[in-house]
Structures are given as structure tokens and as C-alpha cells.
């Protein structure tokens, strides 16, 4: 955790939730966030993100969305615009998942231009870097996720309060994750990034983990330095997993 920063705990609800069990996990997170310090978002899938947030106003979680498109508006068909997130309620928006990478070949040209369009609508941006199981093994990770840093992040990035989410690709969904010693290495080298791109702001940023976090490992990850916090996904399917996450964030 950096000291004065307050923690992040988002939900990626990825491809799951109907209206029903949607807004069902909403409530229940939303009542058992009240009583949390960190600060909470979840991001469902898009066709439920203005009922989530319209039955989260005024609570203490924020609604976010999965992914936006760089452009304003204009002929992009079953694409989504930033600024219709923000209008449908949304506070926040990961861009660059790994499994959007590698299932849409998106490029860090092409997360920093949504992060762009994010940042215009309103949006906060919730960057994903991380590296493939291959780079890691060859001792290439940090070389791979600071080259994402230095792809992906706009200028305005650090003025916006944008958050940084480090995935290491071969821990989502896996049950396995990084040694602490790994974890906390590749959040220095990130925060000494952001330091650099972003003077005056890069100390305050928000740099979560992701990959694999469940109530049983979040208090070791989040005590890491420079960890602010945790981008959850299946954990966050289940109210009360996603809730013990957040509170292990102090
Ligand atoms: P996981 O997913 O928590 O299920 O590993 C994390 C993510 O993809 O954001």
C-alpha cells in the first residue's frame, strides 16, 4: 500500500450476470460496502451498467465499464463510446485486458487511445499491463510491462487520477499467482515509471494487482508497497469473497 493513497478494490464481472443475478450481487455488495475504507467499483457487463449504477446511487460503490471505443461516437457497430458509459452511470473503465489483447488484438496505440477517450468523457481509466507466462519464465516480464507502460498510458493520464492494474497473464483465472517478492518488484518498477511520466502525480496513482486474488491471499498482496489495491474477477462474482477482499485492503 503507499502511504496516503486510498485503496482501489475493483470488480471485473467479465462476461457474467443477467439482469436478475446482476443486480442481485450489486445490492449485496453495496450493503456490505458501507462499512469499508477502500473504495469499491464494480464493472459489469455493459447491458447492465446503468441498472447497477441507477441501483447504486448515492451508495458507496462506483459502477464501471469493461470497455470503451477511442472514438467519440460514429459508425462503429456493437461498440460502446466512453461518453455513453458515463452517461449510463459509469465512473470508471478498464481498458486492456489481457484477454481483450489477445481476443481483439489490441495494441497499446489502441488502449491508449481509448484511455484518451475515457479521460474526455470523464471516465477513469483502469489501464491493464501484465505479461504472458513465456516472458516471465525468460526473465522478460518487467522488460514487457514497462514497455506497456510506455505504450499505453496518454499524457493526460496522470492529471486524471488514472489507475494501473498489473495482470500478469498466466494468474487470471489460474489459482496461481506471483511471489510477493515478484509482485512487489514489478510495482516499484511501475511506480518509478509513473514517477517519471507523471512528475508530481505518479507518487499518488493508483497501482492495483490482478490475477488470482481470493479472500485467502488479498491481505499478503495488498500489503505489498505500491500494491493500492486489487482488480478482482471470479472472486468478485461472489458478494461476500469480493467484500473480504476489500476488507483485507485495511
Ligand atoms: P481473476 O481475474 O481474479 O479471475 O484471476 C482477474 C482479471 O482478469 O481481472
Redesign the pocket.
Known sequence: MTPGVRPLIAG?W?MHGLAADGLALARAVATGGAAIRAELVVCPPATLVSAVAAAMAGGPVAVGGQDCHAAAKGAHTGDIAASMLADAGARFVILG?S?RRAAYRETDPTVRSKAEAAIAAGLTPIVCVGEPEDDRLLGRAEEVVAAQIAGSLPPGFGAAGGVVAY?PIW????GRTPTEGDIAAMHAMIRARLVAAFPGQGEGLRILY????KPGNAAAILALPHVDGA?????SLVAEDFLAIARAAG
Open positions: 471485473n467479465k485486458h484477454e495482470e494468474a487470471i483465472g489460474t490482478g490475477g488470482s486474488v482488480l478482482v474477477g471470479g472472486a
